[in-house]
């Protein structure tokens, strides 16, 4: 991993998400609850029609031609034999989402109707009918169709609803359910995540020396959230041994991406580059020109016509952990993912005028922690050093400041709610 230039933070972006872009992760089909929060490999077509019948979309009587009707029965949601056509001048009584009979014109809802008793049996000829009751007679006005959805008249049969690289959000499995999906086609891309450093402790209060690692319980939230799933992985020593088999069993046990934390730097126990040139990895950005978090790196272990596993180095501070991630990471695993582009927000203001004291650096770009006020100005909310998550964690976004920024106005690059 020696050479490498350090590259734009745009750049590094590019790189990251161009990277996934060439290898794409497998596709897997997997039941509705388990899709939510990855991405459809394909387009989301109806198996059947919303509605799938024509059915009542009111309490009351489905009725044929010109009134008073005779009511002839009763059909209630959930009959699945198709009830006999009306005659003009009958009516059925009949539940909201029931099948409506042929022959029907409209619903008349209950607060609608002016009912009479009939005298005679009710007619059970209607299939569904619940019968028994006395057989009435009903009045009301009507306008041609009114009350009754028709057949596929929202969604049609073979429709596509929904396009691949969108995310399965609980609303789009509900959709999914409703047009008879059981299983979803999804991509969902693997990644390891190594935390390193022999100061860092898991739990508890650390004493002087230790650090508690804040980057391990952070990371899977952003991996799910860019399309992705932290498996495996877990904590690292500092030895050039424990790195080589970490790097080697999250590869073995398939993970599409490995990230590595807290070995991007070049001191005595930063052991990911050795590793890195040890196993003939690819170097594809070694350092990126951004404040804070430069010490980052994107590297692979496949042929390129294969790229996977992909290596993410992140800074050990956290908040530089969290810039890399959002700078390499989430574009990355976007990509892997299959969707549209590299930002998991969508609809969102890409830039808005930045209010309060902001210092570009005079070389690198910085991302500074903005809380976004009325959706109209992004505002620096500070405690955003590079040992800090306090500041990202009242934050909305990162506002990005090149050297040489005047304002007003920066892009955001949003962060996980
Ligand atoms: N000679 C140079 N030294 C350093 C440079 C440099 O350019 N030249 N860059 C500095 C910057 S900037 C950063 S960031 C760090 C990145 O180094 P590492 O990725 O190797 O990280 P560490 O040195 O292990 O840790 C840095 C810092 O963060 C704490 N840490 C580590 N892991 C965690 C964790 N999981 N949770 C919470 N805190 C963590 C660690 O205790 C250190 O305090 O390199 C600088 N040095
Ligand atoms: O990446 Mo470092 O945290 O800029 O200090």
């Given at each position: 991993?020696?050479?490498?230039?350090?590259?734009?933070?745009?750049?590094?972006?590019?790189?990251?998400?161009?990277?996934?872009?060439?290898?794409?992760?497998?596709?897997?089909?997997?039941?509705?609850?388990?899709?939510?929060?990855?991405?459809?490999?394909?387009?989301?077509?109806?198996?059947?029609?919303?509605?799938?019948?024509?059915?009542?979309?009111?309490?009351?009587?489905?009725v044929a031609?010109?009134?008073?009707w005779l009511?002839r029965?009763?059909?209630?949601?959930?009959?699945?034999?198709?009830?006999?056509?009306l005659r003009p001048g009958e009516a059925?009584?009949?539940?909201?989402?029931?099948?409506?009979?042929?022959?029907?014109?409209?619903?008349?809802?209950?607060?609608?109707?002016?009912?009479?008793?009939?005298?005679?049996?009710?007619?059970?000829?209607?299939?569904?009918?619940?019968?028994?009751?006395?057989?009435?007679?009903?009045?009301?006005?009507?306008?041609?169709?009114?009350?009754?959805?028709?057949?596929?008249?929202?969604?049609?049969?073979?429709?596509?609803?929904?396009?691949?690289?969108?995310?399965?959000?609980?609303?789009?499995?509900?959709?999914?359910?409703?047009?008879?999906?059981?299983?979803?086609?999804?991509?969902?891309?693997?990644?390891?995540?190594?935390?390193?450093?022999?100061?860092?402790?898991?739990?508890?209060?650390?004493?002087?020396?230790?650090?508690?690692?804040?980057?391990?319980?952070?990371?899977?939230?952003?991996?799910?959230?860019?399309?992705?799933?932290?498996?495996?992985?877990?904590?690292?020593?500092?030895?050039?041994?424990?790195?080589?088999?970490?790097?080697?069993?999250?590869?073995?046990?398939?993970?599409?991406?490995?990230?590595?934390?807290?070995?991007?730097?070049?001191?005595?126990?930063?052991?990911?580059?050795?590793?890195?040139?040890?196993?003939?990895?690819?170097?594809?950005?070694?350092?990126?020109?951004?404040?804070?978090?430069?010490?980052?790196?994107?590297?692979?272990?496949?042929?390129?016509?294969?790229?996977?596993?992909?290596?993410?180095?992140?800074?050990?501070?956290?908040?530089?952990?969290?810039?890399?991630?959002?700078?390499?990471?989430?574009?990355?695993?976007?990509?892997?993912?299959?969707?549209?582009?590299?930002?998991?927000?969508?609809?969102?203001?890409?830039?808005?005028?930045?209010?309060?004291?902001?210092?570009?650096?005079?070389?690198?770009?910085?991302?500074?922690?903005?809380?976004?006020?009325?959706?109209?100005?992004?505002?620096?909310?500070?405690?955003?050093?590079?040992?800090?998550?306090?500041?990202?964690?009242?934050?909305?976004?990162?506002?990005?400041?090149?050297?040489?920024?005047?304002?007003?106005?920066?892009?955001?690059?949003?962060?996980?709610?």
């Amino acid at each position: 991993m020696a050479g490498e230039a350090v590259v734009p933070w745009e750049a590094a972006r590019e790189a990251a998400w161009g990277l996934g872009v060439r290898c794409l992760a497998v596709v897997g089909h997997v039941e509705l609850r388990e899709a939510i929060g990855a991405t459809l490999a394909a387009d989301l077509i109806a198996l059947v029609g919303v509605p799938a019948y024509d059915a009542a979309a009111m309490d009351g009587y489905a009725v044929a031609g010109r009134g008073p009707w005779l009511v002839r029965g009763r059909v209630l949601a959930g009959v699945t034999e198709r009830p006999g056509d009306l005659r003009p001048g009958e009516a059925v009584e009949i539940a909201t989402g029931a099948p409506v009979p042929g022959g029907t014109e409209a619903v008349v809802p209950y607060e609608a109707a002016l009912t009479e008793e009939a005298g005679g049996p009710a007619d059970d000829a209607i299939a569904g009918a619940a019968g028994g009751g006395a057989v009435t007679r009903v009045r009301g006005e009507i306008e041609p169709g009114r009350h009754v959805r028709r057949s596929g008249e929202d969604t049609e049969p073979g429709a596509s609803v929904l396009a691949e690289g969108a995310v399965v959000t609980p609303v789009a499995v509900g959709l999914a359910a409703s047009l008879g999906h059981d299983t979803l086609p999804v991509r969902r891309p693997k990644v390891g995540i190594l935390v390193s450093g022999d100061e860092i402790t898991d739990t508890g209060l650390p004493v002087p020396g230790q650090v508690r690692d804040a980057i391990g319980p952070m990371l899977p939230g952003l991996v799910a959230w860019a399309g992705g799933e932290a498996v495996g992985g877990g904590r690292v020593r500092d030895t050039f041994a424990d790195m080589m088999s970490a790097l080697r069993a999250s590869a073995d046990a398939g993970a599409d991406v490995i990230a590595v934390c807290g070995a991007s730097s070049k001191g005595p126990a930063d052991h990911l580059r050795d590793a890195l040139a040890t196993l003939g990895a690819t170097p594809v950005v070694d350092g990126v020109a951004c404040r804070p978090g430069h010490p980052q790196l994107l590297a692979h272990l496949g042929e390129p016509s294969s790229p996977g596993p992909v290596i993410v180095g992140l800074p050990g501070n956290p908040n530089a952990a969290l810039v890399a991630g959002v700078t390499l990471l989430v574009p990355l695993v976007a990509a892997l993912a299959g969707r549209p582009g590299p930002d998991p927000v969508g609809g969102l203001p890409t830039r808005l005028p930045v209010e309060g004291e902001v210092r570009p650096h005079h070389r690198d770009t910085r991302l500074i922690a903005v809380r976004v006020a009325d959706g109209t100005v992004a505002r620096p909310v500070g405690h955003d050093r590079p040992g800090s998550l306090r500041g990202a964690a009242m934050a909305d976004a990162f506002a990005v400041i090149p050297p040489g920024w005047r304002g007003p106005s920066a892009r955001l690059v949003w962060l996980p709610m």
